[in-house]
């Protein structure tokens, strides 16, 4: 795809990728099924572009949800998924869920909802009654949508779910595994290459944007979220936009990036040190550093006595040793966060979230960082993948980790 | 901010603009205000981040509300605005929107929801019972939200509107006017120092990420939407991606685009030929450039003779060109389109869209095209600044709306 990228996928990748989801497609269809039935339902209709991808193959890219009216909804019953497209989107959907049958509703989804509904194949084993209740992603559909469904086949019970889908899409398959990896490679690579263009005068901006040059040049067919590249005290605003200030010696930079492969994404950061750092600035690297230690070390340990391991014991690994520090007040989001067809999904490991057992296979980050409002930030963040059946968990961030120094020279 | 563009806004502009929006806000809001009196409700509840950057100024980069928390939703009562932002946008939200009050909602938006009502000066004149009723964005909110906060003030009624902010975006003030002309300046530039790489064997992806990023260097501080490059008969997909395929001698070559500039959009569609065009290739050009004359001078037509002219008006004029050549089932979409903080607002012109007179000062793309399924596509598209109390308008757009072509020689 791109001369002189080594970890751009081949396109023998990309077909095996997409044959692998098209034969994984029923059995993804076969255990939503179960759980609508343990629910009570007789279908499905799903919302989230992500989630259109995962059962249909039909593709949004971000955003394009916002102009796509109904096209890439969905319904799934017991026999079929049913991809709702617009005549801009007709030719996409027939090419990309070749197993899904397209329907139009030009006249608005309401108005089509009771012959839809009515096309379905309910999944209760009273067939004859048709469709007496449908789950509907209530965390992604509009409240005036949901109103006007109701309104349009009041016989038939909404019933509001979230998570469904997202929990079976927390367990990866291989191939997902395969692309969340070959995203990985790409952003390493394409850091790796920006290094050279830092140095003291040059903005967040030119970086972030030549960063995301080779990212998307490089093999990934779009960022999975916007560069963040953030110089000395801006480093320690966890969602700052890139600036137009010049970049100082002395200063941190961290760069906070994503490649998406296939539909599977990464995310990565590095906080790098433009010229030498200071005593201060370096020991708060050091702390960061044996705080995502810990965190990966517990993940080894657990594995290797084959004990279950939670969420919230990766959190308090890496949290500890920050706490330890006195810096447990600088430290105020997660441990770490799933990552897939999303950027951010299940399983979510920090304070607040509900405890539970690591899952497996899954692939998960790890991003302890400490933030000196007004002075500096560092974070580093590595995505681990995760198989406790198989008694192994593998680092696919490989940019190093240890204290980079650059521009100097 | 980029040597060699000529069309990139000054730092003065920028600050100019930001000065009169800052400047601008207090009526705006007294224009929402008096539309919640008459509704009867007490105070508005927002969650478009359009709205919110339009009454606060806090601004999220395109897709960031889907990481954003409730960060970006905002109160409007009698006396003021209410912006939430949790920590990682507090100091950012406390930068751009300084008029408003900030909160935090650590424990979700629902555990605050009865204390952020008691914090609010309802709009009723009956100061003293509190806020009864609530205006809520029902079309951007998720049904999941809506329930949780209808359950946490039982009392307090959320009344589902849609509409009421968007219908004062239609109308725009001159430093609106400016950024839309900017943008446009922009994307102009852009496309013009993009035609020398147009030749045979470039890919559309190519082009597409040529033009992006002149466009992204060249003084926007974003794309509009996503660049779309088609080539040949992919041209008659009027939502294709770019792809990987070669342009070839012959084909048309489509470009639909735009920048943005402090917050506001510009959208505008190229057909070029790569090579010299056949007879009927011509020909589909020149009835779509036919179809847009007539639709422009309709809106000067109208103006001269001082009457009000509709949306539909001018949708059919472009239509009925179209029509009388044989190609009318080849138009499958509207003529225009409102723009400005987002990419498509009101008005619509359309055949659908209920008959209305424009509205005045506002700015709406004029863009017929004719789809060949198979074949070929053809669109253009300028946009149009129009003022009938003033009794003018203007193509913001400039590139040569001429038939152009490139890659010879």
Request: aromatic letters at 6%.
């Amino acid at each position: 795809m791109h001369v002189g990228s080594t970890a751009a996928p081949s396109a023998e990748d990309r077909q095996r990728w997409r044959l692998a989801d098209l034969a994984a497609r029923p059995e993804r269809l076969d255990v939503l099924r179960a759980s609508l039935v343990a629910l009570g339902v007789d279908a499905y209709f799903g919302v989230r572009p992500e989630n259109a991808r995962y059962l249909t193959g039909f593709v949004l890219a971000d955003g394009e949800e916002k102009v796509a009216g109904h096209s890439g909804r969905f319904f799934v019953d017991a026999a079929e998924t049913v991809l709702l497209a617009d005549s801009r989107y007709r030719l996409q959907a027939q090419s990309q869920a070749p197993r899904s049958r397209i329907e139009d509703t030009p006249g608005g989804l309401a108005a089509a909802w009771p012959e839809l509904l009515g096309s379905l194949r309910p999944l209760s084993n009273d067939v004859s009654r048709g469709v007496a209740g449908i789950a509907v992603e209530a965390g992604f559909l509009d409240h005036a949508s949901w109103l006007a469904l109701a309104a349009a086949a009041p016989d038939v019970e909404l019933v509001a779910i979230e998570g469904l889908i997202e929990t079976q899409r927390v367990t990866k398959e291989p191939s997902e595994l395969e692309r969340i990896a070959a995203a990985c490679a790409i952003a390493d690579e394409a850091l790796d290459a920006t290094l050279p263009q830092i140095r003291e005068g040059v903005t967040e901006r030119e970086l972030a944007m030549a960063l995301e040059w080779r990212i998307r040049t490089g093999g990934a067919e779009a960022l999975a979220f916007d560069v963040a590249c953030l110089a000395g005290a801006r480093a320690a605003l966890p969602h700052g936009s890139p600036g137009d200030d010049a970049v100082r010696a002395g200063q941190v930079l961290l760069f906070d990036f994503g490649a998406q492969v296939e539909g599977y994404r990464s995310d990565m950061t590095r906080t790098l040190f433009v010229g030498q750092p200071d005593a201060h600035d370096r020991a708060i690297y050091e702390l960061v550093a044996a705080a995502q230690a810990a965190a990966i070390d517990l993940l080894g340990e657990a594995l290797r006595s084959q004990r279950a391991i939670t969420n919230r014991e990766v959190d308090a690994a890496a949290r500890a040793v920050i706490d330890a520090a006195g810096h447990g007040h600088h430290f105020g989001h997660g441990t770490g966060h799933g990552i897939g067809l999303a950027t951010h999904e299940l399983p979510s490991l920090g304070r607040a979230a509900p405890e539970a057992p690591l899952p497996s296979p899954t692939v998960f980050s790890v991003e302890p960082g400490v933030y000196l409002d007004g002075q500096t930030g560092v974070r580093i963040e590595d995505l681990v993948s995760f198989d406790a059946g198989a008694g192994t968990f593998e680092l696919l961030t490989r940019f190093p980790r240890s204290l980079t120094v650059v521009g100097e020279g």
